[in-house]
């Protein structure tokens, strides 16, 4: 079996080799010539596996290690009767670490507490359930919005649900996980317009981490470079990698989609595709998630005086990820290399980043009261 698979892909060989020769290419760059006679096609978001790429290709199956899958076309892939397989929450815990990171991050900055804000969550799939969850468990109060999940649930989803005007009206901070989805009822395309971007009330922090589409970025840059008077963290834009750098200069976290960019998020991405091709082929996958993924380089953390949640939380998120590190990247590297290699940069040498969940939190003393909460919050906790 012939397979081209994505540079960016780690662990591949070891996944992936059992099944045939491998041909590693950047994502960007691959294209109908390198898969005309190839087997399987393994890619991440940054490769549009479209008509034009599939023209002439004899391809079997294709997998993305990734979430989102707008960069396939699936009816292409129907037509040729190409088996496919994304990976579905592959990365959600890392997406929401790096929520947690850059709330903590702004609440510090500007001078308010995390834990006395209103959340609302716009898309409550794999990213959207895990981060409510983790916010409900440091007591956040919150508010979700998933207009095709209620229309599934009926009267229950009423009353799990709101309508997005309704979280834009009461949320202190919006977060958007949704797919781009370009049409039909519940599309995302600019779901965040000019009306509803001049509609946040003043001193809100929206982010986005689902895709940058999503959002009217046009009317964004008007309201922050205009009244200014509401923040923004971006990690997904319109037109990656050539991003919009005015905006970026306005925005306050500004980072190259790498929110889910942990190695843990992308090793079970690799994995997970690897089971999807052994099943395609009849075979057993040839390696188990725990032999791919290596032990923390940070292993555990004491605390041992009672201190304050929002103290004690930002201790551990900074313990495994800081955002910060990842905007200052961005910012270094485009200075450095210009937007578009700059952004592309940053993804394809991405520091080596863990989940909270491979921090094991020692508590003793008066910190003891704290385990409920950072459980809650994703970390690993041993009280007394
Ligand atoms: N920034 C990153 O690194 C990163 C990482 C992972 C995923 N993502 C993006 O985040 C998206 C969400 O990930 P997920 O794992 O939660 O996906 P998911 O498919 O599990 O959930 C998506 C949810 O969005 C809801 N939704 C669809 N249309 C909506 C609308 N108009 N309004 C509100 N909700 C709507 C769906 O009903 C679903 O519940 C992915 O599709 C991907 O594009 C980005
Ligand atoms: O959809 C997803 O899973 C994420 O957007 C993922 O982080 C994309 O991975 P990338 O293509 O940026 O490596």
Same mark, same amino acid.
């Given at each position: !079996?012939?397979?081209?698979? /994505?540079?960016? %892909? @780690?662990?591949?060989?070891?996944?992936?080799?059992?099944?045939?020769? =491998?041909?590693?290419?950047?994502?960007?760059?691959?294209?109908?010539?390198?898969?005309?006679?190839?087997?399987?096609?393994?890619?991440?978001?940054?490769? +549009?596996?479209?008509?034009?790429?599939?023209?002439?290709?004899?391809?079997?199956?294709?997998?993305?290690?990734?979430?989102?899958?707008?960069?396939? /076309?699936?009816?292409?892939?129907?037509?040729?009767? %190409?088996?496919?397989?994304?990976?579905?929450?592959?990365?959600?815990?890392?997406?929401?670490?790096?929520?947690?990171?850059?709330?903590?991050?702004?609440?510090?900055?500007?001078?308010?507490?995390?834990?006395?804000?209103?959340?609302?969550?716009?898309?409550?799939?794999?990213?959207?359930?895990? #981060?409510?969850?983790?916010?409900?468990?440091?007591?956040?109060?919150?508010?979700?919005?998933?207009?095709?999940?209620?229309?599934? !649930?009926?009267?229950? &989803? /009423?009353?799990?649900?709101?309508?997005?005007?309704? #979280?834009?009206?009461?949320?202190?901070?919006?977060?958007?996980?949704? @797919?781009?989805?370009?049409?039909?009822?519940?599309?995302?395309?600019?779901?965040?317009?000019? +009306?509803?971007?001049?509609?946040?009330?003043?001193?809100?922090?929206?982010?986005?981490?689902?895709?940058?589409?999503?959002?009217?970025?046009?009317?964004?840059?008007?309201?922050?470079?205009?009244?200014?008077?509401?923040?923004?963290?971006?990690?997904?834009?319109?037109?990656?990698?050539?991003?919009?750098?005015?905006?970026?200069?306005?925005?306050?976290?500004?980072? @190259?989609?790498?929110?889910?960019?942990? =190695?843990?998020?992308?090793?079970?991405?690799?994995?997970?595709?690897? +089971?999807? #091709?052994?099943?395609?082929?009849?075979?057993?996958?040839?390696?188990?998630?725990?032999?791919?993924?290596?032990?923390?380089?940070?292993?555990? #953390?004491?605390?041992?005086?009672?201190?304050?949640?929002?103290?004690?939380?930002?201790?551990?998120?900074?313990?495994?990820? /800081?955002?910060?590190?990842?905007?200052?990247?961005?910012?270094?590297?485009?200075?450095?290399?210009?937007?578009?290699? &700059?952004?592309?940069?940053?993804?394809?040498?991405?520091?080596?980043?863990?989940?909270?969940?491979?921090?094991?939190?020692?508590?003793?003393?008066?910190?003891?009261?704290?385990?409920?909460?950072?459980?809650?919050?994703?970390?690993?906790?041993?009280?007394?």
């Amino acid at each position: !079996m012939k397979l081209i698979v /994505d540079a960016n %892909i @780690p662990a591949a060989e070891r996944c992936f080799g059992a099944f045939g020769t =491998l041909t590693r290419l950047p994502g960007r760059e691959i294209s109908a010539e390198h898969i005309r006679d190839a087997d399987a096609l393994i890619v991440r978001s940054i490769t +549009q596996v479209n008509e034009s790429l599939l023209a002439e290709s004899a391809l079997r199956f294709v997998g993305t290690c990734t979430i989102g899958t707008d960069h396939i /076309d699936h009816a292409a892939l129907a037509r040729r009767n %190409i088996a496919f397989a994304s990976a579905p929450g592959c990365n959600a815990d890392a997406v929401v670490d790096y929520v947690l990171s850059s709330l903590l991050i702004l609440a510090e900055r500007d001078g308010w507490s995390l834990l006395a804000r209103t959340v609302g969550v716009v898309g409550v799939g794999n990213v959207g359930s895990r #981060l409510l969850a983790r916010l409900q468990a440091l007591g956040v109060k919150t508010l979700a919005c998933d207009p095709p999940r209620a229309a599934a !649930m009926g009267e229950k &989803g /009423d009353q799990a649900f709101a309508p997005l005007d309704t #979280l834009i009206e009461r949320c202190d901070v919006l977060c958007l996980h949704t @797919p781009l989805v370009k049409d039909g009822p519940h599309a995302t395309y600019q779901l965040l317009d000019a +009306q509803r971007i001049n509609e946040l009330a003043p001193g809100t922090v929206l982010l986005n981490a689902g895709r940058g589409d999503c959002i009217d970025e046009m009317a964004l840059r008007g309201r922050l470079a205009g009244k200014g008077d509401i923040s923004a963290v971006l990690d997904v834009w319109e037109n990656e990698p050539s991003i919009d750098a005015s905006l970026r200069d306005l925005v306050a976290l500004a980072t @190259p989609h790498i929110a889910g960019h942990s =190695l843990d998020g992308k090793l079970r991405g690799t994995w997970m595709i690897q +089971q999807a #091709l052994a099943d395609h082929g009849g075979q057993v996958a040839p390696e188990a998630f725990t032999d791919i993924c290596p032990p923390p380089a940070v292993a555990s #953390l004491h605390l041992q005086e009672a201190l304050p949640l929002e103290d004690a939380l930002r201790l551990c998120t900074r313990a495994v990820y /800081d955002v910060r590190r990842d905007h200052d990247s961005l910012q270094r590297q485009m200075h450095r290399q210009g937007v578009k290699v &700059g952004f592309d940069t940053c993804r394809a040498d991405y520091p080596l980043r863990r989940e909270f969940a491979t921090l094991m939190v020692r508590l003793s003393g008066g910190a003891a009261e704290l385990e409920a909460p950072l459980r809650g919050a994703g970390f690993q906790v041993q009280a007394g």
